[in-house]
């Protein structure tokens, strides 16, 4: 039945804001990871699939690269190296704008030699053809690339080309997945991922990167199609706290209402989201509050 059917895993990796989560969603056609124009947005591997014509391809968008400067950044560059282990291909992305950064130079150097690596230079529709061009070039002298494929993540430009270049890095085998699965993240990350976007968005640059979320209770009322949702926000500072609940709780709203829209949509049917906010000190400096919102570095490094 899968004779000539491909199936494999491709990790998605780049510097941080480099656009691979919107990309990460744009090939898969649903949610999977969330999106900001934080750096550091993404802080665990996540599977996205895409099931095509005789083939499986499970993307892991990966934290964007950064030098770690706590316990949550080193969790985060550790989920990197782990997604990049035993994948059948690795698509870089760059973001145009900025161009060949020293750090993607040195990433590609290392990587590319070891996994078959095609790079996705993002956002294209927004530089100019010099620009374009000039990372072409520096791009052409890292040995190992298979391909350097110009694409616009937030438009779908180019996508097809990107997916026939990975489909041809696939192995040859049955699929991994149920093929009407298009995530293997559980239901309550997602949620956490959804609520954590919002206030990462609405939040912009007053509150720094310090905002976890812990989800409470996740049940589904019997016989009805509701679904309740209680979560935590948790910040490090009681000033961060008065931010994010806003003057009379008014951000707080915001970020619940734009959160249970896209809840409802995740879950199928009307969702009753509860928002509290909590104080736990340089929470990302800790092994033990990091375990508690899903970031189990010790675990990661035997993974």
Request: with cysteine.
């Amino acid at each position: 039945m899968y004779e000539n059917f491909k199936s494999g895993f491709i990790c998605i990796a780049g510097l941080a804001n480099a656009g691979k989560s919107t990309l990460t969603n744009a090939l898969v056609g649903e949610k999977v990871s969330i999106v900001s124009w934080r750096p550091q947005t993404t802080r665990n591997k996540l599977l996205g699939i895409i099931n095509g014509e005789g083939y499986q391809m499970v993307l892991i968008d990966t934290p964007g690269i950064h030098k770690a400067r706590n316990h949550l950044g080193e969790y985060m560059m550790q989920a990197v190296e782990s997604g990049l282990k035993d994948v059948d291909g690795l698509v870089y992305v760059i973001d145009a704008g900025r161009g060949l950064q020293k750090e993607d130079y040195e990433f590609l150097e290392k990587n590319a030699t070891k996994t078959p690596t095609v790079v996705a230079l993002n956002k294209e529709d927004a530089v100019t053809r010099e620009t374009l061009f000039a990372s072409l070039e520096k791009l052409n002298n890292i040995a190992d690339i298979k391909a350097v494929i110009p694409i616009s993540a937030k438009k779908g430009d180019n996508l097809q080309s990107l997916i026939s270049q990975l489909r041809d890095m696939l192995p040859f085998g049955a699929p991994m997945y149920p093929q009407d699965e298009y995530t293997q993240s559980s239901m309550r990350f997602m949620a956490t991922e959804i609520i954590r976007e919002k206030a990462l968005y609405l939040l912009d640059k007053e509150v720094p990167y310090g905002i976890g979320v812990a989800i409470n209770k996740f049940e589904e009322r019997d016989g009805q199609e509701i679904c309740d949702i209680d979560a935590d926000i948790i910040c490090e500072k009681q000033s961060h706290k008065a931010i994010v609940i806003g003057r009379g709780g008014e951000m707080l709203k915001k970020i619940a209402t734009q959160a249970r829209k896209d809840l409802e949509q995740l879950v199928g049917e009307k969702v009753f989201l509860t928002l509290y906010v909590r104080v736990k000190d340089e929470w990302r400096d800790s092994e033990y509050l990091m375990r508690e919102l899903g970031y189990d570095l010790k675990a990661l490094k035997k993974d």
